[in-house]
């Protein structure tokens, strides 16, 4: 089929285009819906834009340290491990999610 596709005539070629059209505009849907769905998520917690610069990070590690607890360190472990990726990644993917703290 991706002979054909190659060698096929201007309908082959439309009809290729167009399908590759719809996955980039359905890839865009669903990361747009997986945005929203994550500021909503912050919104219903009301932690969107308090106490300054990172305030949803430090809410997150609160949260984290009650409701799972690490009793072997794990978390230290993990964060040296990555040389402070595991952490870091997650505040910086936080601080997207908390624009209005920037603003």
């Given amino acids: 089929p991706w002979l054909c596709a190659r060698g096929g005539g201007v309908l ?3 009809l290729f285009a167009g399908a590759h059209a719809m996955a980039h505009l359905s890839t865009a849907v669903s990361l747009m819906l997986l945005l929203e769905l ?6 219903r917690h009301e932690n969107l834009g ?19 607890p690490d009793p072997q360190g794990l978390r230290q472990v993990l964060e040296k491990v990555t040389l402070g990726l ?5 505040k910086v993917a936080m601080a997207v999610f908390d624009i209005p703290e920037a603003i």
Avoid: A
């Fill in 12 to 14: 082959t070629r439309l």
């Fill in 38 to 43: 994550g500021v909503e998520m912050c919104i």
């Fill in 50 to 68: 308090k106490e300054g610069m990172h305030s949803l990070f430090r809410w997150y590690r609160e949260y984290e340290q009650v409701h799972f």
């Fill in 86 to 90: 595991y952490p870091g990644i997650i």
